[in-house]
């Protein structure tokens, strides 16, 4: 296993996975990549007043 995908979304499970993933990223010489994913801001916020 040369590669390790560690999804976070930073909470306490998220956490235990990515030390689980370290572990096991030492002991095969791998390398862990995190990835979190957020969704884009969207035209759905309004300005209290108009921008010009």
Do not use: C, W
């Amino acid at each position: 296993m040369k590669n390790i995908l560690v999804p976070t979304d930073f909470s306490v499970y998220a956490k235990k996975a990515a030390l689980y993933a370290s572990e096991i990223a030492s002991n095969n010489g791998s390398k862990i990549y995190l990835l979190h994913v957020i969704e884009p801001v969207t035209d759905s916020i309004r300005q209290p007043y108009p921008l010009h």
